[in-house]
């Protein structure tokens, strides 16, 4: 909304943005419920924006967000992972998803997943636990696998579905890659990747039951979101990435 004028070198501004920018504001411009109707995903970005710069959010701004939250559910579930893809190795997960979780967005995008993180006692702080070592691996430079960090957002869900499915007499992986595909979310994630979801979440949950109980299936080093899987494990269980290879 600012313009630059090249004539006298001076920036031209309308609405008022130089002042946000002074006061550390995301503002919307015009009536933030109209703008938002127009395009809901402007509400993840405006979270975005303030995550990543640690702004606040003007008044009306932000109460329209609880108001029109509702409207990302009718948005391109592909444009809506657009958005996620953004955010995931950004260097900023960890922010950007406390802004999404504080506005009750979670559940509206990521359906039952979304419903346990703002829901069950313990699954946030987990998840933000993770995103939080994620961000301060990764803005070094430092390479974390793109699945891996799927499979952490997922993870709390995850731990619940096994719960509630007596995981001992049925098969991990198939559980889980049965209710990742019949979960309903407004995120429309591929399916090859809610496959490698599934199968790095069932690796680590063998790596848990091994912890416990001393037997170790090496069978599983052969599959191939192996270290993948290891990585998650490290950063679940000892609160630090430790590469598989190392």
């Known amino acids: 909304a600012l313009f630059y004028d090249i004539s006298d070198f001076s920036i031209i501004d309308y609405v008022g943005g130089l002042q946000d920018m002074e006061k550390h504001r995301v503002c919307m411009i015009g009536n933030p419920h109209e703008r938002y109707v127009e395009d809901p995903v402007r509400i993840w970005r405006v979270l975005r924006h303030a995550a990543r710069l640690d702004f606040t959010i003007e008044e009306e701004t932000a109460r329209s967000i609880t108001y029109d939250r509702e409207l990302l559910g009718a948005c391109s579930g592909a444009r809506l992972f657009e958005e996620l893809n953004k955010d995931l190795m950004s260097g900023f997960a960890c922010p950007v998803f406390k802004m ?132 998650v494990f490290s950063l679940l269980y000892k609160g630090e990435v430790i590469d598989a290879k190392d």
């Open 100 to 231: 999404l979780h504080s506005y009750g967005v979670l559940p509206i995008l990521f359906g039952d997943a979304g419903r346990v993180l703002q829901d069950e006692p313990g699954a946030w702080d987990t998840l933000a636990h993770s995103l939080s070592v994620v961000d301060s691996f990764i803005n070094p430079g430092k390479r974390f696998p793109y699945e891996g960090i799927l499979a952490l957002l997922f993870w709390p869900w995850a731990e619940k579905v096994l719960r509630d499915e007596a995981r001992e007499s049925r098969d991990i992986l198939n559980i889980l890659h049965s209710e990742l595909v019949g979960t309903e979310m407004a995120v429309t994630i591929p399916k090859a990747l809610k496959a490698a979801i599934a199968q790095i979440i069932s690796i680590v949950v063998r790596m848990f039951s091994a912890m416990e109980t001393g037997r170790m299936r090496w069978s599983l080093k052969k599959r191939s979101r192996y270290n993948d899987a290891s990585i």
